[in-house]
């Protein structure tokens, strides 16, 4: 049985579970009084995804786009061990490591892979994924074996015919399904996985892209169910239009400010996400390179050591 809402004097809802929450308080994406104070590592060590969105392309060697799916490149399982060990310790605000791409980090045994190694070396951090949610009830063991304490899971829509508008097809277990189908396992995945996560004991974000003109009507549903279910933030984030929605308008910031406004009712709504890219490093909003952050790494220890 899913938490009861609980209603403040302003008649919006507090987050059901003070506590867990407040073990997200260094956490830059799921606290806003964190966003600016604390950093964050996003390892780009999956690139395979198991749907195709109709808004997302996935880039490599991309470096003048700021937006999730790009990524300067794809690093190997060891890499991504180099990089946080040495960012970690010349960068005391580093809080959280995540995974969120370029494709779909459940789709990826490398993501397991660094996930283990970064918790046994550095216990303390905070470790986080970002998914579709179509693997999550097949992964959710190797997720909380992983140590991951915070999950973000993307849910754009509730209707089956909203969701071929949406999403090209989806690859699960090895079957590729299109049309209502795909949908269909999609979204009893996601909400089947939400519970079981949440049942688990992680913290829940959900991210619904809004799509003009597509899913206006059905991302207050998705809220309403989302925080019933005992999910603990949302994200609603603007499109982008590209790939087959190139044609759509990016929605505004008014259109974005009153959805907030209706979904927060249902759930705490987040309202400093920057889109981060696949390999985002420091504050939010900075996606400082990763790679220069290595070189400038690397020349300090070589300096240290002459001197």
Known sequence: MSTPLKINKSGRITSRMTGRMNSMENHPCFSEKAHDKFGRIHLPVAPACNIQCRYCIRKYDCANESRPGVSSRVFTVQEARERVSMLVERNEKISVIGIAGPG????????????????????????????????????????????????????????????????????????????????????????????????AGLIVKINSVFIPGVNDEEIPLIACLAGDKGADLMNIIPLIPQAEFSHLQRPTREMIHALREECGKYIPQMTHCKQCRADACGTIGEDRDMELEMLNARIGEEYCEMV
């Not at 140590?147 to 015919?161: D, M, Q």
């Open 104 to 199: 779909d980090p459940l789709a990826n045994d490398a993501t397991f892979e660094v996930l283990n190694s970064i918790n046994r070396e550095f216990p303390d951090l905070i470790l986080c994924l970002s998914t579709n949610g179509l693997y999550l009830p097949d992964r959710l063991e190797d997720i909380v074996r992983a140590g991951v304490r915070s999950l973000t899971i993307t849910i754009n829509a509730v209707l089956p015919e909203t969701g071929t508008e949406i999403y090209s097809w989806i690859n699960y277990r090895g079957k590729k399904y299109t049309g209502t189908d795909a949908a269909e396992y999609l979204f009893a995945n996601q909400w089947r996985g939400l519970r079981n996560a949440i049942d």
